[in-house]
């Protein structure tokens, strides 16, 4: 891909603009060889070099691009998560928005090999990253049909439409934003017609369980949830909680490095 001026917008090979929707998933892992086997092993996942050097890959499945694995600076004691990007039209604007907020932007925005990227936080302490810059090739496919999207477990979901909507263009009449709904008790984000997202309420900010606190949460979908969970518990993973949703069955897990994430059969 060929590095963006400082404030192009994203765009599909078509053209059209895209900002608000998420655009990635990342993994910072503790060790990335260790890492790579467990998702090859566990959702059949291959792995390709990415742009950004050799601690960082690109995750396949069936060819399609699905999230990024960096390996984390061992000096860095965080936890170790699933984070989804947004696309933005300006690194520097989104990052003042947050703050103005009540928000935090921890890293960046900075310059990257292909465009600009920031780490930030919403005001209930949900991280999530901006993008600033080219998406991947493959962007319209894995929106449409890649096996991932992620939730935002929240304090209060129509609060955080709110910032999010004003940080991030949702609803405007702008081409290339998102769509925002409110169906069955949670708010719901399109792209072009298509789920990329979904805000939910009921978490505590000062739950002493992480997985009660606000977060962004990403889900794989899988053929079958509970056979997947079985071969990560035994790759190393730790099942959480599993249950059935009107779509079908789910299992959270958590794996061998601590990072959580969710199989189940349909967004």
């Not at 449409?144 to 004003?166: C, H, K």
Request: glycine share 10%; aromatic share 8%.
């Amino acid at each position: 891909m060929t590095p963006p001026t400082t404030n192009s917008t994203a765009r599909l090979g078509s053209g059209a603009p895209v900002f608000g929707a998420p655009c990635w998933v990342s993994l910072m892992a503790r060790d990335l060889r260790a890492t790579q086997d467990f998702y090859g092993a566990v959702l059949g996942w291959t792995f390709r070099s990415g742009a950004l050097g050799e601690q960082f890959r690109i995750a396949l499945a069936d060819g399609v691009p699905i999230a990024g694995i960096g390996a984390l600076a061992p000096a860095l004691q965080v936890a170790v998560a699933w984070t989804p990007y947004f696309a933005v039209e300006d690194a520097d604007v989104t990052a003042s928005r947050i703050r103005e907020r009540g928000g935090t932007v921890a890293v960046g925005p900075v310059a990257l090999h292909t465009g600009r990227g920031a780490l930030a936080a919403d005001r209930d302490g949900a991280v999530f990253g901006l993008w600033q810059g080219p998406l991947v090739p493959e962007w319209e496919q894995w929106r449409d049909t890649a096996p991932v999207w992620t939730r935002l477990q929240t304090r209060d979901a129509f609060d955080a439409a709110i910032f999010y909507g004003e940080v991030l263009d949702w609803a405007c009449d702008r081409p290339g934003c998102c769509d925002v709904r409110y169906e069955h008790d949670e708010v719901v984000l399109r792209h072009a017609g298509h789920v990329v997202a979904r805000l939910t309420s009921g978490a505590v900010e000062a739950a002493p369980d992480p997985s009660l606190r606000p977060h962004w949460h990403t889900h794989f979908t899988v053929a079958d949830p509970h056979a997947d969970a079985e071969k990560a518990r035994a790759h190393g993973a730790t099942v959480l909680a599993d249950g059935v949703s009107p779509t079908g069955p789910w299992v959270r897990l958590s794996d061998p490095d601590g990072a959580t994430f969710t199989l189940n059969t349909r967004g």
